[in-house]
């Protein structure tokens, strides 16, 4: 069993623009924790506030790549973005060569469907917070899209995989290369992993980061784990090398500490 933390961090558009004196400026729902929009501006970069809705990010993103004469980098409804989180997937072959099935926390899903490019011959199994129906659209096909909440953030701790429902060009590609299974977390699960991460890993995650891992250790998955694969015998067999993807190091302290209490 293998966790695999990436070698970049979500905040690292922001130092790279401020190593290269390249202005920059993100767009951040007003909820975001203090720690990250801290984070951001230490780095350099102006921070716009918007409505915790698409919608607003959306119509703020564009008005304000107007208005400075920026190109609009979008997180994850982005062929280049989508290339470059790929890279993980890359990383993992070259380090674990012989993986079965590799988990990843599922937002707009830029990262999922740029790692199952980079690795088509693995299970690329989405995790996700509760409610979001990931599921629900792989089984039938279409991307479900429920106007009442779309537009609106997921309400789950894991306050940086909001986004409710894939964006148009990620959905392509989930079709044609995710696995069909989508295991979702509750808070309380995150918060469990987040603990484990920190007392016996070592590392420090924000709630997105601990999703995968809340996956990994959820009945749920040790359901699939058992259902196996089907190997080049014909045999079916239990899943042996599995990574599952540990992403985000921008905590809000205080919820860290209600995570590790919350599980004492």
Request: with cysteine.
């Amino acid at each position: 069993m293998y966790v695999y933390i990436p070698t970049y961090i979500s905040i690292f558009l922001c130092t790279y623009t401020c190593t290269q004196q390249v202005p920059c400026a993100v767009i951040v729902p007003h909820t975001t924790p203090a720690s990250k929009i801290k984070n951001m501006q230490r780095y350099g970069s102006d921070v716009i506030l918007c409505e915790p809705t698409q919608q607003a990010r959306t119509a703020t993103s564009s008005w304000e790549a107007a208005q400075r004469g920026a190109v609009l980098v979008h997180p994850y409804n982005d062929p280049v973005v989508i290339a470059g989180q790929g890279t993980i997937g890359l990383e993992l072959l070259a380090q674990v060569p012989h993986l079965d099935a590799v988990l990843v926390p599922t937002s707009g899903g830029g990262m999922i469907t740029g790692i199952a490019t980079a690795m088509p011959n693995c299970r690329i199994i989405a995790c996700e917070p509760v409610g979001k129906r990931l599921e629900d659209s792989l089984a039938a096909g279409t991307r479900i899209v429920d106007p009442a909440i779309a537009d609106a953030a997921l309400e789950t701790i894991a306050d940086a995989i909001r986004t409710q429902p894939l964006g148009e060009i990620p959905w392509v590609l989930a079709q044609a290369l995710l696995d069909r299974t989508v295991i979702s977390v509750t808070d309380e699960q995150i918060r469990s992993a987040m603990r484990i991460s920190l007392l016996e890993m070592k590392q420090a995650v924000e709630p997105a980061g601990a999703v995968a891992l809340a996956a990994l250790l959820s009945p749920a998955f040790a359901a699939v784990r058992e259902a196996g694969v089907v190997g080049h015998d014909g045999k079916r067999r239990p899943l042996r090398n599995v990574a599952a993807i540990i992403c985000g190091g921008n905590f809000d302290p205080e919820e860290l500490v209600r995570a590790v209490r919350s599980c004492t």
